[in-house]
Nanobody, 125 residues
């Protein structure tokens, strides 16, 4: 069973930054679409950002455009989500997921077949 592992979550004040990382062992992430999703208590999981294989295309939810950046570090087999200008409404559990094939914006969770366990992000006002 392939495993994705997220890290980098934590607690920050509004306006701060965090960088999340998604890694895998035993196989390369470069052939997969990688998406970042989040789920706040009592809310549905939503797509935040996604990257095509090798990072040629990126996709962002309107709520994070201009603040979040998804990128790949191929040498470290890692996909990062740089989150700047964080807001209290960004508080959620953040998950990374992989998809072998992609259609459209890639922010729909139904496109993804393998998920990590998540990392908590808490933004205080």
């Amino acid at each position: 069973q392939a495993h994705l592992v997220e890290s980098g979550g934590g607690s920050v004040q509004a306006g701060g930054s965090l960088r999340l990382s998604c890694t895998a062992s035993g196989y390369t992430l470069s052939i997969y679409y990688i998406g970042w999703f989040r789920q706040a208590p009592g809310k549905e999981r939503e797509g935040v950002a996604a990257s095509s294989p090798r990072g040629g295309s990126t996709y962002y939810a309107d709520s994070v455009k201009g603040r979040f950046t998804i990128s790949r570090d191929t040498a470290k087999n890692t996909v990062h989500l740089q989150m700047n200008s964080l807001k209290p409404e960004d508080t959620a559990m953040y998950y990374c997921a992989e998809a072998r094939y992609g259609v459209g914006s890639m922010l729909m969770e139904s496109m993804y077949t393998n998920w990590g366990q998540g990392t908590q992000v808490t933004v205080s006002s």
